[in-house]
């Protein structure tokens, strides 16, 4: 369904302390208008965004607002561009990178892919990332620095794409983060008068988000399974101010001059697009690399959301004016956004389809990080290994291609040559017969050519020699000036013959290797014999050429050569990374099956330690009884200790009182006694 382009503005704070003078940009809702200083709106310059952002409005809320569709469709496999335009120092960078406290769209983006895919339990994905910069018109990557000048390529397969790109197939935003902080470094610095740190590339952060669904009902993943890719374009443009306005020279505008061209062309493309489909015929996307990369986000399947910055400075106002019409026509454009499902081989996801499942089942029942690790490394390896592989196709197909041409060169040469050595023969001839009347028919045969073979015998020659009696004539264009070009005009021309002197547009030409004594009747020996040794001289030049040709012939074989043996030993070093990639799998293997044994040793070891554990809680409650009833045993022997004692003591008391109930007793009875017998 076609959808208009999402587009934003965000004026930044002002750096300045001075007040504005005359004009101020005012914000209402999603409008921003020039204003006079005392209130009265300036007519004509008041726009309409989607969002206007004022300069309290943090990156947060324009992540939130802007761009957060955009990228939760791209998990979707919609196609998704988010660009910053605006003049340098207002505030693109701030908004694609942020700052510490307030992460930027990007970083912000790469969470939330992260984020949402790991709510997504029905697909499995593979994420790779590239960061590309574009700088003086030529294409860095900022992943290797090594990676220079790469080439854009389209094919059925991959679209647009740039051949030789690193790309690294990435688990987390953590790696992600890294990856981009590392390829910061790289980015080209300069400075001019507005901006001592201004970025003055264009800079693309890249994601390539590829998913599939899983069959949860089995393991099984059935080959003919569609599989979603969607790019992901993150792009902080250069500033896009005036050169004059810079006031650099020198390096600094040749660089303005590339980026205005890259900018130039964005905005005609724009331009073009916001006329709407009556105008569409031509959309100038190849006149630049910026535009040919950001074809598919412009115009195209994708869904784009543009965010223009602009500064509040009224020394900025002109710059801001400018900004603002881009954003306005950008408004206009329309896009059509699809989900892009594929079944060929160009989704990465499919490729390492086999080995992606023969991982997943080791992996299952284990969450070892370490042997995620060992995955990742493996699919970066193959990724590697697949990038490398086509970038020496390339130069394969570059060497053959050149090399074809360095053969068609030479051919060409050896035609030429061949052409004035029968021409020469031919004149030698005519001298030693002191007649050239004798001979007309032949003059013809000596220009044959395989195209020349069916012309008549009288047709260019004779006219040619007509035209070239008239004097004072202007010299031959450089094209003109030898037989063999003549040749090749006469079979581009597929054996048609013109009649020189009739055509009156172009003005008459005069033959410089054929004077017009050549063929009359009266043209004298000694002009023949000049121009004879003039013909030898030229050729002998023109075996020296030949020589010298064939010399760098020579040579181009041998550097051929040389480039064959240097490709076939770099594809012995790519078997050989084969072999090593194959080892790494085989070392896997072994790893793995290491640490299954282990896991195993581990389990049983784990069942013996439970069931010791187990043995151990039933002898310690056993024990603990026994001390429960120890202590009980222990508190009755206490008890009847002491019970002993009271009794013991109750006895000794019971004793002495006893005893001395007996005393008593024994006195009363010893009383009673002596009683008795005083008595009787
Ligand atoms: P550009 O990339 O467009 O050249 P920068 O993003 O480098 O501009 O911004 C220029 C300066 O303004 C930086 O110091 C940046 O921190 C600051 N800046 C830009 N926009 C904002 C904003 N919305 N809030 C706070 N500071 C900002
Ligand atoms: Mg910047």
Same mark, same amino acid.
């Given at each position: 369904m076609a959808e208009k382009i999402c587009v934003a503005v965000r004026v930044r704070p002002s750096i300045s302390e001075e007040s504005p003078s005359g004009t101020f940009w005012k914000i209402e809702d999603n409008r921003i208008s020039l204003h006079k200083l005392h209130g009265t709106p300036i007519s004509g310059l008041s726009y309409a965004f989607d969002h206007v952002f004022d300069e309290s409005c943090s990156n947060s809320k324009v992540y939130e607002l802007l761009t957060k569709d955009v990228i939760h469709a791209a998990v979707d496999g919609f196609n998704g561009t988010a660009f910053a335009y605006g003049q340098t120092s207002s505030g693109k960078t701030f908004t694609m990178n942020g700052s510490l406290n307030d992460p930027g769209i990007i970083h912000r983006a790469v969470n939330d892919v992260f984020q949402k895919i790991q709510m997504i339990s029905d697909r499995e994905f593979l994420i790779r990332v590239s960061y590309m910069e574009i700088y003086n018109e030529e294409i860095n990557d900022l992943f290797a620095v090594e990676n220079q000048k790469l080439p854009i390529h389209e094919s059925l397969e991959r679209g647009i794409f740039v051949a030789g790109l690193r790309e690294e197939i990435v688990n987390n935003a953590e790696q992600v983060i890294k990856l981009l902080e590392s390829g910061e470094v790289n980015r080209h610095f300069g400075e001019t008068n507005m901006n001592a740190r201004s970025s003055r590339s264009h800079t693309i952060f890249r994601m390539v988000i590829e998913s599939k669904g899983i069959d949860t009902g089995s393991s099984d993943y059935s080959s003919s399974d569609a599989i979603r890719v969607s790019v992901l374009n993150l792009v902080d443009l250069a500033g896009s101010e005036r050169i004059a306005k810079t006031g650099a020279g020198g390096v600094r505008l040749k660089e303005g001059k590339y980026i205005n061209k890259s900018l130039m062309v964005l905005g005609n493309v724009i331009n073009k697009l916001s006329n709407g489909a009556k105008q569409r015929a031509h959309i100038p996307y190849r006149d630049s690399k910026?535009?040919?990369?950001?074809? @598919?986000?412009? &115009? &195209? !399947? *994708?869904? @784009?959301?543009?965010?223009? @910055?602009?500064?509040?400075?009224?020394?900025?106002?002109?710059?801001t004016k400018g900004t603002l019409q881009f954003a306005s026509r950008a408004k206009r454009i329309t896009n059509c956004a699809q989900v892009n499902e594929i079944l060929t081989d160009a989704a990465l996801l499919k490729r390492q389809q086999l080995e992606i499942e023969d991982l997943r089942r080791k992996l299952q029942g284990s969450r070892s990080e370490v042997l995620e690790q060992e995955i990742l490394k493996l699919r970066n390896d193959m990724l590697k290994y697949e990038l490398e592989r086509e970038k020496l196709e390339m130069e394969l197909e570059e060497e053959r291609r050149s090399h074809k041409e360095r053969e068609q060169h030479i051919r060409d040469q050896q035609l030429k040559i061949e052409n004035l050595s029968s021409l020469v023969s031919d004149g030698d001839r005519s001298s030693s017969q002191d007649s050239m009347k004798e001979s007309p028919k032949d003059e013809c045969n000596d220009f044959k050519t395989p195209c020349f073979k069916e012309t008549s015998n009288n047709a260019f020659v004779a006219k040619r020699s007509n035209y070239s009696e008239l004097p004072d004539f202007s010299p031959l264009p450089d094209s003109f000036s030898n037989v063999a070009d003549e040749d090749t005009w006469f079979k581009m021309n597929k054996g048609y013959i013109a009649d020189l002197d009739s055509l009156q547009t172009t003005p008459a030409r005069k033959v410089q290797s054929f004077p017009p004594q050549d063929i009359t009747p009266d043209c004298s020996n000694d002009n023949y014999k000049l121009e004879l040794q003039n013909l030898k001289t030229q050729l002998e030049l023109v075996i020296k050429e030949k020589d010298e040709l064939q010399r760098k012939h020579e040579e181009e074989v041998q550097i051929n050569r040389r480039l064959m043996g240097?490709?076939?030993?770099?594809? =012995?070093? +790519?078997?050989?990374? !084969? !072999?090593?990639?194959?080892?790494? $799998?085989?070392?896997? &293997? !072994?790893?793995?099956?290491?640490? =299954? #044994?282990? #896991?195993?040793?581990r389990d049983s070891l784990l069942q013996t330690v439970s069931e010791s554990s187990k043995n151990i809680t039933f002898l310690t409650d056993q024990k603990e009884n026994i001390l429960k009833d120890l202590n009980c045993e222990v508190q009755r022997r206490k008890d009847l200790e002491a019970e002993i004692? =009271?009794?013991?003591? $109750?006895?000794?008391?019971? =004793?002495?009182? +006893? *005893?001395?109930?007996? &005393?008593?007793?024994?006195s009363k009875i010893e009383k009673l006694r002596a009683e008795n017998l005083v008595r009787y």
């Open positions: 910026l535009t040919r990369i950001l074809q @598919t986000a412009l &115009g &195209g !399947n *994708a869904k @784009t959301s543009i965010i223009c @910055t602009v500064a509040p400075e009224e020394v900025h106002i002109e710059e240097e490709i076939s030993e770099l594809k =012995q070093e +790519l078997d050989l990374s !084969n !072999n090593s990639l194959e080892s790494s $799998a085989q070392r896997y &293997g !072994n790893l793995e099956r290491e640490f =299954q #044994k282990l #896991k195993d040793e004692k =009271q009794f013991s003591v $109750a006895f000794a008391s019971r =004793q002495r009182s +006893l *005893a001395s109930i007996h &005393g008593e007793f024994k």
